[in-house]
C-alpha cells in the first residue's frame, strides 16, 4: 500500500527527455555559444579570435548602445506607463460606468474594440503607421493641411526631433487594449459591498480607486507592468519597419543594434555582448518580479 | 450587482444626458483608435486616380480590388501565406504536445528541483530573442536547415513550448490526486493515465494554449528574418516588410499591403474570440 501511495510521484522523469533534448539544442547551446562568442572578435566567417573582456569595455564606453538603452527607457513610457495608467482607468469606468448603465454587451463591445491593435503582428503595425505618416500623402499630414495647420505637417518618422515622439505614440496605441482587457477581468473580484462601505464612510470616489480597487488588484498590475516592461525591452519589428533605428540612431534599441553588429557591419562577437547585457536585464528583471509576487502572496496569506 | 448600483446612485445623474454624452466620448476615443485600421481598408480600395483627387479621408467610390490584386501578385503572397500557415499549424500542435509532456512529469510528478525547473522555461521564455539568434542561424546553416521552414518550425515550438509548460505545471498541480491515485491503483501506466485521463480533462486549457500558440507564431518576425531570407519560405509579416516602400510602389499599393497584413488576424480574431478571451483573462496571458 505504501508502495502504490509513493509510486503515484515517480516514474514521471522519462515524459521530460524530449523537452530537456530540445531546450539543449535551441536554448541553451545557442546561449551559451553567444556567451563565448561575446569574448571574442568574429566576423562571422573565419575563426574567431578570444580578446577577453574588451567587448564589454566598448560597451560600457559605447555611446550609440546608451543611446539605444535610454531609447528604449524612454519607450517604457509609451509602452508600460502610459498603458497601465489609461488601462486602469478605462477599465474602471467600462467595468463600473458603461456596464451599469449601458449593459455588459456594451462594456465587451468597447473591450474588445480597445483591445484590436494587440492582434496585430508588430511588422504590420510598422506598415500601418508608416503609411499613415508618410510625409507626402499619409493621412496625419493630410489632415494637418486640411484643417490649415500645414506648418506642422513634417516627416514625422524622418526628422529626429520627433521620430522617436511618433514611435511612442504608435506603440500607446497599440499597448492600451491588453491591460484594459486584464484589469476588467481583475476588477470581478472587487467586492461591490467594500465598496459601498467605503461610500457610507464618506470615501471619495478617488478614495475607492486608490485604497480599494488598486490595492485589491495590485497582483494584475504587477503581471501587466513585467509583460509590458519586458515587452518593451524586447521590441523590434515596430522599429524594423517604421525607421530602422533612424534617422541617425534617434530611434534605435538594443535589440536592433545587436541585430545590425550581427547582420550589417558583421561584428559577431560585440552584437553577441550586446544582446547578453539584455538577456541579464530581462532576467534580472524578472527574478526581482518573482520575488515581489511571491512576498505579496506570503504577505497576504498571513 | 443590485448592490452595485446602489453605491453608484450618488455619482450617477438624475437625468440621461450625461450618461448618453460620456458614451458618445468614449465611441469617439474608440472609433480614433481603430481609425488606422479603417483608414487602410478605405484606401485599399481606391484606385489610384481617385486617391490623388480626393485624398485619403473620402469614402470610396465603389470597390476596385486592383491595388490589393496588383500587390498579391507582385510579392507572391500565396506563397507567404501558406508558409505562415504551415509554420504557425505546426509549431502551435508540437508546442502543445511538448508542453503537456513537460507539464505531466513537473506539475503531476514531483521530479527533484521542479519549481527551478519551472522558473528557467519561464526565463527561456523571456530570454530576448538575439541573445539565441547568431548561433540559431549559424546552427541552421550548419544543418542545411538555412531558409527552409522547418527551422522556424523547430525553434518557436521550444521557446512556446517553454510559457505552454509554466502554465500548464501550474494547472496540473491542482489536479485531483484522488483521481489519478484510483487510476494508478488499477495498474494504469503513467503514459495511459496521460493519454487517457490527463490529456482530455485538460482539453480546455490545450486548447487556450492552441491558439495562442498560433497566434504568437504567426506574428513573430525577428527569427523568421533572420532564417528565412527568400520569397519561398517567408512569413507573411516578412514578406510584407520586406516589400514595404519598395520602389514603384504607390500609395494604394502600400495600404493594400497593411491590409493584406491585417485581414488574416482579424479572421483568427473572430474565429478565436472565446478562446482569447478566457487565455487572457486567465493567465495575463500577452
Excluded at chain 1, 131 to 140: A, H, T
Aim: with cysteine.
Amino acid at each position: 500500500m505504501k508502495h502504490k501511495t509513493s509510486s503515484i510521484y515517480k516514474g514521471y522523469g522519462v515524459f521530460l527527455i524530449p523537452g530537456i533534448i530540445a531546450f539543449l539544442v535551441i536554448i541553451i547551446i545557442p546561449f551559451l555559444v553567444n556567451l563565448g562568442i561575446s569574448f571574442t572578435k568574429w566576423s562571422g566567417v573565419r575563426a574567431p579570435v578570444w580578446i577577453g573582456l574588451s567587448n564589454y569595455q566598448r560597451l560600457i564606453g559605447d555611446s550609440v548602445f546608451w543611446l539605444s538603452f535610454r531609447n528604449n527607457l524612454i519607450l517604457l513610457i509609451a509602452m508600460t506607463v502610459i498603458p497601465v495608467i489609461v488601462g486602469l482607468l478605462l477599465a474602471t469606468f467600462l467595468f463600473d460606468y458603461i456596464a451599469n448603465n449601458f449593459g455588459q454587451r456594451v462594456s465587451s463591445f468597447f473591450r474588445a474594440g480597445f483591445y484590436l491593435p494587440q492582434i496585430l503582428p508588430s511588422a504590420v503595425i510598422g506598415i500601418v503607421w508608416a503609411w499613415i505618416l508618410q510625409p507626402d500623402w499619409g493621412v496625419v499630414n493630410y489632415i494637418l493641411k486640411a484643417i490649415g495647420l500645414s506648418s506642422l505637417a513634417h516627416d514625422w518618422l524622418g526628422d529626429p526631433s520627433t521620430a522617436l515622439l511618433a514611435v511612442m505614440v504608435v506603440m500607446v496605441w497599440f499597448q492600451i487594449g491588453y491591460p484594459v482587457v486584464i484589469f476588467m477581468a481583475a476588477l470581478q473580484r472587487v467586492e461591490p459591498e467594500l465598496l459601498e462601505a467605503a461610500s457610507i464612510d464618506g470615501a471619495s470616489w478617488f478614495q475607492k480607486f486608490y485604497y480599494i480597487t488598486i490595492h485589491l488588484i495590485r497582483p494584475e498590475i504587477l503581471v501587466v507592468i513585467l509583460t509590458t516592461t519586458i515587452y518593451t525591452l524586447k521590441i523590434f519589428g515596430q522599429v524594423y519597419v517604421l525607421t530602422g533605428g533612424g534617422p541617425g540612431n534617434a530611434t534605435s534599441v538594443p535589440s536592433y543594434y545587436a541585430y545590425k553588429q550581427f547582420f550589417e557591419t558583421q561584428q559577431v562577437g560585440y552584437g553577441s555582448t550586446v544582446s547578453l547585457a539584455m538577456a541579464v536585464i530581462i532576467v534580472l528583471l524578472t527574478i526581482l518580479f518573482i520575488n515581489i509576487q511571491s512576498r505579496q502572496e506570503n504577505a497576504e496569506s498571513v | 450587482m443590485a448592490a452595485h448600483l446602489m453605491i453608484d446612485r450618488k455619482y450617477r445623474p438624475k437625468n440621461g444626458v450625461v450618461k448618453w454624452i460620456t458614451l458618445i466620448v468614449l465611441s469617439v476615443f474608440l472609433l480614433l483608435m481603430l481609425m488606422p485600421f479603417i483608414m487602410v481598408a478605405m484606401n485599399s480600395v481606391k484606385t489610384e486616380a481617385e486617391f490623388a483627387r480626393y485624398g485619403p479621408l473620402s469614402l470610396p467610390h465603389g470597390l476596385n480590388f486592383t491595388s490589393l490584386k496588383d500587390f498579391w501578385v507582385r510579392v507572391n503572397f500565396t506563397q507567404p501565406l501558406k508558409n505562415s500557415t504551415i509554420i504557425s499549424l505546426s509549431v502551435a500542435v508540437l508546442a502543445v504536445l511538448l508542453s503537456l509532456l513537460n507539464a505531466f512529469a513537473l506539475g503531476l510528478g514531483k521530479v527533484r528541483g521542479r519549481i527551478w525547473i519551472l522558473v528557467f522555461f519561464l526565463m527561456a521564455n523571456f530570454l530576448p530573442q538575439e541573445a539565441l539568434a547568431y548561433p540559431l542561424y549559424y546552427f541552421a546553416k550548419f544543418f542545411h536547415l538555412y531558409d527552409k521552414t522547418l527551422s522556424v518550425i523547430l525553434v518557436f515550438m521550444v521557446i512556446q513550448s517553454a510559457f505552454g509548460t509554466y502554465l500548464l505545471s501550474s494547472v496540473f498541480s491542482t489536479f485531483p490526486r484522488e483521481i489519478i491515485e484510483a487510476a494508478l491503483m488499477d495498474g494504469c501506466s503513467k503514459l495511459k493515465l496521460l493519454v487517457y485521463l490527463v490529456a482530455p480533462l485538460s482539453i480546455p486549457t490545450l486548447s487556450v494554449l492552441f491558439v495562442f500558440f498560433f497566434i504568437w507564431t504567426w506574428n513573430e518576425f525577428f527569427l523568421p528574418l533572420i532564417l528565412l531570407p527568400s520569397n519561398a519560405s517567408q512569413t507573411v509579416p516578412l514578406a510584407l516588410a520586406i516589400n514595404q516602400g519598395q520602389y514603384g510602389m504607390n500609395i494604394t499599393a502600400q495600404s493594400a499591403s497593411g491590409l493584406l497584413g491585417i485581414l488574416p488576424c482579424i479572421i483568427f480574431f473572430l474565429i478565436f474570440q472565446r478562446t482569447l478571451t478566457r487565455g487572457i483573462t486567465a493567465g495575463g496571458i500577452k
